[in-house]
């Protein structure tokens, strides 16, 4: 455990665990990892708890939370009876719903239901849909199995901002806010929060949150066919003005460096909104490109970093890297527009939202 003062172990003792599960069940927050990013952790039976994640986050109380369940059985995955852990928190359990559970839990795949009677309202914002994973994180799972119940859980970062990936960007978030249990689990593996697929409208699977499983993935692995919620009319279901995913405001995951993209080989012209030649850029480029060839711009004062053109090792670093390059004081960033392609956007997503986002105010554009 490392309250305030830094750790760097990526294991934790069952001691440690323990205590945050007497934490938890004592009211209070723990910040643990999972295999996207970090969560703000609370007993999701617990309405007081509940509020002070929105509380330490400064985020709107109609938006929903995820809970998180443990796989309990963790050496035989498919003796796990999903059904009966489910009971509790949703109203009905689809056959498409067990594939898809079956397929991906444990994993980066979070489904919302229909809520069971008991799911307090405090966790959903009022809705009468509910937000449900398994995250496969060891210390997750552990932490999960002995707590024996769910566990509310928002990405560990302040409302609006990037998402933390590790124990240090979860402390250094709430530096001298919040004196905060955090569980060090080491660098977060997929690097984005995960795939969010809404099941409680019907018969259609529908996308709310690309990550890092992507719908060709669920198709071929479960024959579900799940769609982007343009495709689907389905009366008032989908339209409905609550921010069903506070994650699908214009403005989020941002940095307060002005953050912009690049088309393919038009840094120039990204260079050109920002006209002070005493600028200092930070320019990502693909590994798989030749330096940027910047001479006709020879005052600005830029820096390349190079990121990966593999989309997943690009997603396992992307909030590092807008983290690593916030803290380092450029006065713009660029980033190359993801290319075209399903496995791209869980971060093209992410990106065009930070961007968005992004600047010196940008804890206040996230109005709604
Ligand atoms: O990977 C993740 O999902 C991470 C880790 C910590 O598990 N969690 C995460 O939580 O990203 P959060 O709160 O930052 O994002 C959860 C998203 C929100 O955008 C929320 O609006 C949406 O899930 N959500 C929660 N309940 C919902 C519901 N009933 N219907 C639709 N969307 C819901
Ligand atoms: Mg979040």
Do not use: M
């Given at each position: 455990m490392s309250r305030g003062n830094s750790d760097s172990t990526s294991m934790q003792s069952?001691?440690?665990?323990?205590?945050?599960?007497?934490?938890?069940?004592?009211?209070?927050?723990?910040?643990?990892?999972?295999?996207?990013?970090?969560?703000?952790?609370?007993?999701?039976?617990?309405?007081?708890?509940?509020?002070?994640?929105?509380?330490?986050?400064?985020?709107?109380?109609?938006?929903?939370?995820?809970?998180?369940?443990?796989?309990?059985?963790?050496?035989?995955?498919?003796?796990i009876d999903w059904v009966a852990l489910l009971a509790p928190w949703v109203r009905d359990l689809s056959e498409e719903a067990l594939k898809l559970i079956n397929a991906f839990w444990p994993g980066p795949l979070t489904l919302v239901f229909k809520k069971g009677k008991s799911v307090l309202n405090e966790l959903t914002g009022g809705q009468d849909t509910v937000a449900i994973r398994a995250p496969s994180h060891p210390i997750a799972q552990e932490l999960l199995r002995k707590f024996k119940g769910g566990v509310v859980a928002p990405s560990a970062n302040r409302f609006g901002k990037v998402s933390p990936t590790s124990a240090a960007d979860v402390r250094h978030e709430f530096e001298g806010m919040l004196d905060l249990m955090v569980l060090d689990g080491g660098d977060c593996e997929v690097g984005i929060e995960s795939t969010i697929i809404d099941l409680s409208s019907g018969d259609k699977a529908i996308l709310l949150r690309p990550g890092s499983i992507t719908p060709s993935e669920i198709f071929a692995k479960t024959g579900v066919k799940v769609y982007q919620p343009g495709e689907v009319k389905s009366g008032n279901e989908v339209t409905v003005d609550l921010p069903r995913v506070s994650g699908s405001l214009k403005a989020h995951y941002a940095p307060t460096t002005p953050l912009r993209l690049y088309a393919p080989g038009r840094v120039l012209d990204a260079l050109s909104e920002f006209p002070d030649i005493k600028?200092?850029?930070?320019?990502?480029?693909?590994?798989?490109?030749?330096?940027?060839?910047?001479?006709?711009?020879?005052?600005?004062?830029?820096?390349?970093?190079?990121?990966?053109?593999?989309?997943?090792?690009?997603?396992?670093?992307?909030?590092?890297?807008?983290?690593?390059?916030?803290?380092?004081?450029?006065?713009?960033?660029?980033?190359?527009?993801?290319?075209?392609?399903?496995?791209?956007?869980?971060?093209?997503?992410?990106?065009?939202?930070?961007?968005?986002?992004?600047?010196?105010?940008?804890?206040?554009?996230d109005n709604n």
């Open positions: 069952s001691a440690v665990i323990n205590e945050a599960v007497q934490t938890l069940r004592d009211g209070g927050l723990v910040a643990f990892p999972t295999e996207t990013v970090y969560g703000l952790g609370a007993d999701a039976k617990n309405p007081e708890a509940i509020k002070q994640i929105f509380i330490a986050k400064g985020r709107p109380s109609n938006h929903p939370l995820i809970v998180h369940l443990a796989a309990p059985d963790k050496f035989d995955q498919t003796q600028s200092r850029v930070a320019v990502a480029v693909w590994d798989s490109e030749s330096s940027l060839v910047l001479d006709d711009h020879p005052s600005t004062d830029v820096e390349e970093v190079i990121v990966s053109s593999d989309p997943t090792t690009f997603a396992s670093r992307l909030y590092r890297s807008l983290r690593d390059l916030d803290q380092q004081g450029w006065d713009l960033i660029l980033f190359p527009e993801p290319p075209a392609g399903e496995e791209w956007d869980g971060v093209r997503d992410r990106l065009q939202r930070a961007c968005f986002g992004s600047g010196p105010s940008s804890s206040n554009h």
